[in-house]
């Protein structure tokens, strides 16, 4: 079965320092994999994406994320965190399930990013 | 550019009462899904819609039926609610191969 985790609950850093939000995935064939965000009292926004090609993903914000095969991990990363990063941020793997012919995501239970000043 | 539009943004309900909710795209997209948030376990697949005319179920489908009225709009009823149908449920729309837009979701509870 496929499945994503987020081992965080919550991340907290400080403004200015990079942060790391981690996700790790188990899928059958090759993944595609994505990076949510959602803001209170809103729906998600999409960041970032990796379906093929470069390692080092740029998204949205500032955003990156790197994929690593070996590892099964696709990290959410930022050089420099800002207040207004604080948000919950979702990891989500493409579901092939039996036809491959669908676009279905199942998501991780989400991580909380709190960036403090 | 409104993308998903979702109605209503909240509502209470007594157990054993039904309601539609109500989702509207304007990207032409082909996909549409409901899911629902629970705190802790992220965002569950209800049912979706792969395309005009079809749906299917997905993780969590019982207690709820959909309509795919027309490309545009997708619907979510609960029949009879029981409390454990409380959650924040979100409707979202794709085209193939592409990110998922979701709308800013309902906020259920059913008491």
């Known amino acids: 079965a496929q499945s994503v985790a987020q081992p965080e609950d919550q991340v907290n850093v400080a403004e200015g320092n990079p942060l790391t939000v981690k996700c790790t995935y188990s899928?059958?064939?090759?993944?595609?994999l994505f990076w949510y965000v959602q803001y209170p009292n809103r729906g998600l926004q999409f960041l970032l994406k990796?379906?093929?090609?470069?390692?080092l993903v740029k998204g949205s914000y500032g955003f990156e994320a790197e994929f690593n095969k070996s590892q099964t991990s696709f990290h959410l990363k930022k050089p420099s965190a800002l207040v207004s990063d604080s948000a919950l941020y979702f990891c989500?793997?493409?579901?092939?399930?039996?036809?491959?012919?669908?676009?279905?995501?199942?998501f991780g239970t989400g991580t909380r990013l709190q960036v403090f000043p | 550019n409104a993308g998903v539009t979702q109605t209503p943004k909240f509502q209470v309900l007594k157990t054993g009462q039904s309601m539609t909710l109500q989702c509207a795209q304007d990207?032409?997209?082909?996909?549409m899904y409901w899911y629902r948030q629970d705190p802790g376990m992220g965002l569950r697949l209800i049912y979706y819609?792969?395309?005009?005319?079809?749906?299917d179920k997905g993780e969590v489908p019982n207690g709820y039926n959909v309509s795919r009225l027309n490309k545009r709009e997708f619907s979510l009823r609960l029949e009879s609610a029981a409390p454990s149908q409380t959650s924040v449920y979100f409707c979202?729309?794709?085209?193939?191969?592409?990110?998922?837009?979701f709308g800013d979701g309902t906020r259920l509870s059913i008491l």
């Open positions: 819609s792969a395309s005009e005319g079809t749906t």
């Open positions: 899928v059958s064939g090759n993944p595609y």
């Open positions: 979202a729309s794709s085209a193939p191969g592409q990110p998922q837009h």
């Open positions: 990796y379906i093929t090609g470069d390692n």
């Open positions: 990207m032409n997209h082909n996909s």
């Open positions: 989500a793997v493409r579901d092939r399930g039996i036809s491959y012919n669908t676009d279905k995501l199942i």
